[in-house]
């Protein structure tokens, strides 16, 4: 008996086996298929957008001086040859920004211009000719004459990757904070310095000599610097019209960009909620009218926020209105959409124990309805107005106005790429207050703490 049992439980088991083989292979054709799928689109990815012609085409050095450009300023020196031959040392080039009195790496004695660049790198100006050393290359010169500028290597040397001669241009960048460029006309030499220059105060400002402590203690002091005017209040009318980082307009731009994301999902929060009850099945019996509505939510959605703004745009001209209509068009099909599922998922019995009070039309809805989709409301008006924040800068770009705009122009300059980041830092940080804000809210209102 035993035997007979045990043969007859392998057989089970044996059966068992085989029916499970075919699952198990099955699946594991699946998932080959699908790894072979997505392979083959990956290879016709990378043929169709051209990937291995992006490579050949990027530029890693360019990337490398707009990082650098973007947290570091340069000093330029610059030596004419024609005209007024003096030499002039001016922060970014800038003729606000130059210097009654050269800095020490800078020396001028009659017709000759030293500048030390630091690590061995110098350089020498004399007339139309000027002498580079190089701590690993040796002295380099260029001349300018009649048929152009003349470069002489050390002998026996070629030139260096991180060198251009020509005939119309010497342009030698040995390292990433070190340039010296020559032309028929000037020279300029430029030497880089960690940090943004001149953002609290104006280059020729009087505070511009004060440490922040200095500053801090000047604030305090009884002793003005302006008989008519408080050292504070110098102080921040200093920083407010900074005519380089302009911090007065950027804040107001950075108001706009946040009022614009405040009205436009305001409105699509209130606008959205009433169609979302038309839209809803067990609010509205008409069913041509629930169609109308979720296809209005399909239209309003289905046309990007960008496009809405450069419609708005060509209607309405130019300002932070447009970006504010923009948004609430958007979000009013998004919000209304989701208002409308929040609604058909309500809580039947606790609508029924209102009407049962005897409340009208408002009462059933008041205390009935709003009551049960006011988590769902709060949290995605929350939510969507992080995400507004965004997209009101890129909004603003398009002419809307706000932090958005003044990005476009800084990154149109082609040099201020310091202002860039500084833009785009405040962006990020109002981003981050919204996101901390509207995680206090959603648990004060929704979780009670």
């Given at each position: 008996?035993?035997?007979?049992?045990?043969?007859?439980?392998?057989?089970?088991?044996?059966?068992?086996?085989?029916?499970?083989?075919?699952?198990?292979?099955?699946?594991?054709?699946?998932?080959?298929?699908?790894?072979?799928?997505?392979?083959?689109?990956?290879?016709?990815?990378?043929?169709?957008?051209?990937?291995?012609?992006?490579?050949?085409?990027?530029?890693?050095?360019?990337?490398?001086?707009?990082?650098?450009?973007?947290?570091?300023?340069?000093?330029?020196?610059?030596?004419?040859?024609?005209?007024?031959?003096?030499?002039?040392?001016?922060?970014?080039?800038?003729?606000?920004?130059?210097?009654?009195?050269?800095?020490?790496?800078?020396?001028?004695?009659?017709?000759?211009?030293?500048?030390?660049?630091?690590?061995?790198?110098?350089?020498?100006?004399?007339?139309?000719?000027?002498?580079?050393?190089?701590?690993?290359?040796?002295?380099?010169?260029?001349?300018?004459?009649?048929?152009?500028?003349?470069?002489?290597?050390?002998?026996?040397?070629?030139?260096?990757?991180?060198?251009?001669?020509t005939a119309a241009k010497f342009d030698a960048r040995p390292t990433i904070g070190r340039?010296?460029?020559?032309?028929?006309?000037?020279?300029?030499?430029?030497?880089?310095?960690?940090?943004?220059?001149?953002?609290?105060?104006?280059?020729?400002?009087?505070?511009?000599?004060?440490?922040?402590?200095?500053?801090?203690?000047?604030?305090?002091?009884?002793?003005?610097?302006?008989?008519?005017?408080?050292?504070?209040?110098?102080?921040?009318?200093?920083?407010?019209?900074?005519?380089?980082?302009?911090?007065?307009?950027?804040?107001?731009?950075?108001?706009?960009?946040?009022?614009?994301?405040?009205?436009?999902?305001?409105?699509?929060?209130?606008?959205?909620?009433?169609?979302?009850?038309?839209?809803?099945?067990?609010?509205?019996?008409?069913?041509?009218?629930?169609?109308?509505?979720?296809?209005?939510?399909?239209?309003?959605?289905?046309?990007?926020?960008?496009?809405?703004?450069?419609?708005?745009?060509?209607?309405?001209?130019?300002?932070?209105?447009?970006?504010?209509?923009?948004?609430?068009?958007?979000?009013?099909?998004?919000?209304?959409?989701?208002?409308?599922?929040?609604?058909?998922?309500?809580?039947?019995?606790?609508?029924?124990?209102?009407?049962?009070?005897?409340?009208?039309?408002?009462?059933?809805?008041?205390?009935?309805?709003?009551?049960?989709?006011?988590?769902?409301?709060?949290?995605?008006?929350?939510?969507?107005?992080?995400?507004?924040?965004?997209?009101?800068?890129?909004?603003?770009?398009?002419?809307?106005?706000?932090?958005?705009?003044?990005?476009?122009?800084?990154?149109?300059?082609?040099?201020?790429?310091?202002?860039?980041?500084?833009?785009?830092?405040?962006?990020?940080?109002?981003?981050?207050?919204?996101?901390?804000?509207?995680?206090?809210?959603?648990?004060?209102?929704?979780?009670?703490?």
């Amino acid at each position: 008996m035993s035997g007979s049992a045990m043969t007859i439980g392998s057989r089970e088991h044996s059966a068992a086996g085989l029916g499970v083989y075919p699952v198990v292979r099955r699946n594991s054709l699946l998932i080959i298929a699908a790894t072979l799928a997505v392979a083959a689109y990956l290879a016709y990815v990378f043929v169709a957008f051209d990937v291995a012609g992006l490579i050949a085409k990027a530029q890693p050095m360019r990337a490398t001086l707009l990082a650098t450009d973007a947290v570091a300023h340069k000093v330029h020196v610059t030596k004419f040859f024609r005209g007024d031959t003096q030499t002039v040392v001016a922060v970014e080039g800038e003729r606000t920004a130059t210097y009654a009195t050269p800095p020490d790496w800078v020396r001028i004695a009659d017709n000759t211009t030293a500048v030390d660049l630091g690590g061995g790198y110098r350089v020498e100006i004399k007339d139309r000719q000027l002498v580079m050393e190089t701590p690993d290359f040796g002295p380099i010169r260029a001349t300018v004459t009649g048929r152009g500028v003349v470069t002489q290597l050390p002998e026996g040397q070629s030139a260096p990757e991180w060198l251009r001669a020509t005939a119309a241009k010497f342009d030698a960048r040995p390292t990433i904070g070190r340039r010296v460029q020559m032309s028929r006309t000037r020279v300029e030499v430029h030497r880089y310095f960690g940090g943004w220059e001149n953002f609290f105060f104006p280059f020729r400002s009087e505070l511009t000599a004060y440490s922040p402590m200095e500053i801090l203690r000047l604030a305090f002091s009884p002793e003005r610097l302006q008989a008519d005017t408080p050292n504070w209040k110098l102080i921040g009318h200093t920083f407010w019209t900074n005519p380089d980082w302009q911090h007065g307009h950027v804040f107001i731009a950075l108001l706009e960009t946040f009022l614009m994301a405040i009205l436009g999902t305001a409105t699509a929060g209130l606008v959205g909620l009433p169609l979302a009850v038309l839209a809803a099945s067990n609010f509205t019996p008409s069913q041509i009218l629930r169609l109308a509505v979720r296809r209005l939510f399909d239209l309003l959605r289905g046309i990007d926020m960008l496009i809405w703004s450069l419609i708005f745009i060509r209607s309405f001209g130019l300002g932070p209105l447009t970006g504010a209509l923009a948004i609430a068009f958007t979000d009013t099909g998004s919000l209304g959409k989701l208002f409308s599922e929040a609604l058909e998922g309500v809580n039947k019995q606790q609508m029924e124990g209102v009407r049962a009070t005897g409340a009208n039309r408002w009462q059933f809805y008041r205390f009935g309805v709003i009551p049960q989709i006011i988590p769902v409301f709060i949290s995605q008006c929350l939510y969507y107005l992080e995400s507004n924040v965004r997209s009101a800068t890129i909004i603003g770009a398009l002419g809307a106005g706000g932090i958005g705009l003044m990005l476009v122009e800084t990154m149109n300059t082609q040099r201020d790429w310091e202002n860039t980041l500084y833009l785009i830092v405040l962006t990020i940080g109002l981003v981050m207050v919204m996101d901390t804000l509207s995680g206090k809210l959603r648990r004060r209102l929704i979780q009670g703490r």
